[in-house]
């Protein structure tokens, strides 16, 4: 039977809440490379964390120049999120693995001091990657279960009105 001429539903909440969650992680990953070239030398402890946070600070452009085509967006969009994955984790694991380092550079220990803007910048934005990722998973799944339940409502209606 053809669809009826009403339009399809589009869940409105998950729009609203995906276009937030992009704006947030476009200024997360821009100040991330902000902080990352501040305190590009001040990570002795574990040097790669000013690195790890500089990268970030291309995803926006990167996103923004994979739209100027189909198949650039297809090729760039897959090998950036690959990239992305590979770069965070990456990241995660050296941050992490000096949970928490000693903050003071003047100290006479021979243990290496990390800055304490930049351990806990990064700390955590990346803590917040994770939670943004959650709302993001979070809203898709709902959105989808509330489309099936009403897809299931208007069916249950069709079958009542050829009755």
């Known amino acids: 039977m053809p669809e009826s001429g009403r339009p399809r539903r589009v869940c409105g909440p998950r729009t609203v809440i995906l276009n937030c969650t992009l704006v947030i992680f476009d200024i997360v990953f821009i100040a991330q490379g902000v902080i990352g070239l501040a305190y590009n030398s001040d990570c002795p402890r574990q040097p790669f964390i000013p690195v790890y946070l500089v990268f970030f600070i291309f995803i926006p452009a990167l996103l923004a120049l994979s739209s100027c085509c189909n198949w650039c967006n297809i090729i760039l969009c897959s090998v950036s999120i690959v990239f ?80």
């Not at 590979?86 to 000096?98: K, R």
């Not at 934005?125 to 989808?144: A, E, H, M, P, R």
């Open 84 to 163: 992305y994955i590979c770069w965070f984790i990456a990241g995660n694991v050296l941050m992490y693995s000096i949970y928490e380092p000693n903050y003071n550079k003047n100290t006479t220990q021979a243990d290496p001091y990390c800055n304490r803007t930049l351990y806990l910048f990064a700390f955590w934005s990346t803590n917040l990657t994770y939670i943004l990722l959650g709302v993001l998973f979070f809203s898709y799944f709902c959105c989808k279960r509330q489309e099936a339940d009403d897809d299931d409502d208007d069916d249950d209606t069709q079958r009542l009105l050829r009755g």
